[in-house]
């Protein structure tokens, strides 16, 4: 009876999971959200939030092809030997990274600590075995066959410290994610093994763990992002295709590992900053500009980072196909993330109400038809005494399908999908995951909330703050620096919501590879301001104290 009690509950579970509407024709009805993608009882919701985002920290592929042996690497940094290798990896670490330790690795990467001990609510994050870790959100230790391995997980581009507080789902603004591929490729090949097995103390087993990654970076194709804090996931995807067969599991070629075929990706540039979680439940279609048109977006996102990663795509399918509990354990912890609130960071007083509700106007009369239209609770409140809560969203009322919009923004992301489209859609991966891209012409407008604590702003995070984005685009602030959220006073402007400019930024933040130039191609900071000019006179709509007034109603999305 028990056995058949159990069986009843697995499948039950699993229609449930079938349920989800992943189809290019999936809608959501006005006012309501996927937020609760599995439609879960409370208990159930909040375990598999739990399990998802351990997968979020400790990274649960574990045939990823690219994986460091741990214990010989933490050997490493703690030999004195002036070895060959010792040699090598300082030139390519301490003298041009500062990398003299593990945590030295993990600062460069831009990766952020545990710092929530604490913490309850949406700002509560897991460790991920139980207990604190020394190593960092993102750095990820896992268990192979091969012994434990250092790869690196969803949290080290979708996790990120917020002035002391870390915040699963928000983007990493200093992440250097791509830009350790591109180091790895440089020295990775050229490491001795007889002499990193000798220094390292590694065994036989790590030792084939290294030979196995030092193999898979030949199929991995790389590039430098422009900027600090931007993903060149897209060229890493296209050029790591671009070194493989064209079969239905793009197998590996040693012949295109050495002579890659050509793509546009290879000078074209095409950045874009990684997405906030907790807008997914909101959307239908994915990335940016929208042209993932049909599929779960997590498996999308495992297979482009395992092609980015030179994994063997036919072992790929076979973990997917094995392990659809922790995919969705992660999707759904994902789909549940919330939105850091201003009133969390900074004083209620910092807040207006009647600049706000002034400002609720503005934006209604101008973005809610691409941004959607957010149910405020303050109405409720309108004699009573003024709390964090009058400042509340009680409903985000978003499209019942995601819109893509060609709004002027630089339009070489989404141009850039066109360079590897066909050569996703076509592999057998693909299609058992039924995962459709589509290039588009424009971008998402995405929903807005906690669109305060989402600067710099637009996909190529090319404007510093709201009060630029509320420019002409030839008024735009030219150059700035992209620089992490510490000092709430030093590194943020709060009466214009991001980067400080100009003469207010830091010293100690005039850092060259963090510097954002808009002249560049991928960085053009052109675009979404004709909804702010009047059709007719071509003259501005609004008063730059109504655009301040506009600024305090987003601080309380």
Known sequence: ML?????VAVISRSMIFANVDWSRHAEIPEGENRENIYNLSTGDLEEMR?????????????????IIPYEPMVNFFKSKDESLLKIILAKLGESQLGIKSEEDLYKW??????NNEDATGIYRIPYPDGFKPDY????????????????FSCAACHSADLFGTSVMGLTNKVTKANKLFVKAKQFLPFVPTKLFQKIGGATDE???????????????????????????SLPQVALSLARRNKDEYATKNKFFEIFPKKNKLETKRAESKPAVWWNLKYKTRWLSDGSIVQGNPILTNFLWNEIGRGTDLKELEEWMQNNQEKIKELTAAAFSTKAPKWTDFFPLSSLDLSAAKRGEKVFNNTCKKCHGTYVKSWPLTEDGEVTADTFKTSKVIYHKQTPVKNVGTDPNRYLGMEAFSDGLNNLAISKWMKTVVEPQEGYVPPPLVGIWSRYPYLHNNSIPSLCDLFKRPDQRTKKFYQIPAESKSLDFNQECVGFPVGKDIPKNRRVDENLVDTSIEGLRNTGHYKMFIDKKSGKEKYTKSQKMDLIMYLKTL
């Open 3 to 7: 056995r058949l009690i159990i069986i």
């Open 50 to 66: 739990e399990k998802g985002f351990i997968h979020a920290l400790k990274y649960p592929v574990e045939v990823s092809g690219l």
């Open 109 to 114: 990467l831009g990766l952020n600590k545990y």
């Open 136 to 151: 960092y959100m993102g750095a990820s230790i896992i268990d192979t066959k091969w012994g434990k391995g250092l790869t």
């Open 206 to 232: 790590e030792t084939a763990l290294l030979k196995r990654t030092k193999m898979n970076i030949n199929a991995v194709g790389v590039k430098d992002p422009l900027v600090v804090g931007l993903d060149t």
